[in-house]
T-cell receptor
Framework: GAGVSQTPSNKVTEKGKYVELRCDPISGHTALYWYRQSLGQGPEFLIY????????DSGLPNDRFFAVRPEGSVSTLKIQRTERGDSAVYLCASSHGLAGGREQFFGPGTRLTVL | AQSVTQPDIHITVSEGASLELRCNYSYGATPYLFWYVQSPGQGLQLLLK??????LVQGIKGFEAEFKRSQSSFNLRKPSVHWSDAAEYFCAVGVAGTASKLTFGTGTRLQVTL
């Protein structure tokens, strides 16, 4: 079956612009996660959803970052007034549920470059 | 808060040689532990995981890892490395019984020489 997909695969934008990154989880997965991976670092947790609601957004760096999952499937990560420091690979993952330790299946990521 | 340390940034081994990648975690209770592999242009793939029970866990591609509570370690091993194993390896910890957000280490890049 299809895995987690993310679009676009690459996004180049200018400082101050608004961007949206999309994640399509594995069908039937109720939990969805966003991570950010900076160059030379491991993925860093941003936010996760159980169904439509954000269960934990403690990893969002500031209020320029926002994510939605209106129908409990596709999610969009939104970044306002982008800064050069936002440049990173944004990873999405999904799993069957939030029970501790359920395997998270990762997408290939969106590489965001802010000029 | 939990944390993960991967002390080796870069490791080079010869094909056919054995491999051990180190991972140390910090967490007050029994964690959920994972090893992921990331190849260039690919998403993270789960190699193996530890929740409880047998401290030696087997994973895909011939990898295994051993949980040692006394050392707060979860080292990844493979008896004989193949050239296709060259990739970035990440250790991660999750909190048992709560949300499954993962805390990752900074990764170890494995280079395999022929």
């Amino acid at each position: 079956g299809a895995g987690v997909s993310q679009t676009p695969s690459n996004k180049v934008t200018e400082k101050g612009k608004y961007v949206e990154l999309r994640c399509d989880p594995i069908s039937g997965h109720t939990a969805l996660y966003w991570y950010r991976q900076s160059l030379g670092q491991g993925p860093e947790f941003l936010i996760y959803f159980q169904g439509t609601g954000a269960a934990d957004d403690s990893g969002l760096p500031n209020d320029r970052f926002f994510a939605v999952r209106p129908e409990g499937s596709v999610s969009t990560l939104k970044i306002q007034r982008t800064e050069r420091g936002d440049s990173a690979v944004y990873l999405c993952a999904s799993s069957h549920g939030l029970a501790g330790g359920r395997e998270q299946f990762f997408g290939p990521g969106t590489r965001l470059t802010v000029l | 808060a939990q944390s993960v340390t991967q002390p080796d940034i870069h490791i080079t081994v010869s094909e056919g040689a054995s491999l051990e990648l180190r991972c140390n975690y910090s967490y007050g209770a029994t964690p959920y532990l994972f090893w992921y592999v990331q190849s260039p242009g690919q998403g993270l793939q789960l190699l193996l995981k530890y929740f409880s029970g047998d401290t030696l866990v087997q994973g895909i591609k011939g990898f295994e890892a051993e949980f040692k509570r006394s050392q707060s370690s979860f080292n990844l091993r493979k008896p004989s490395v193949h050239w296709s194993d060259a990739a970035e390896y990440f250790c991660a910890v999750g909190v048992a019984g709560t949300a499954s957000k993962l805390t990752f280490g900074t990764g170890t890049r494995l280079q395999v020489t022929l």
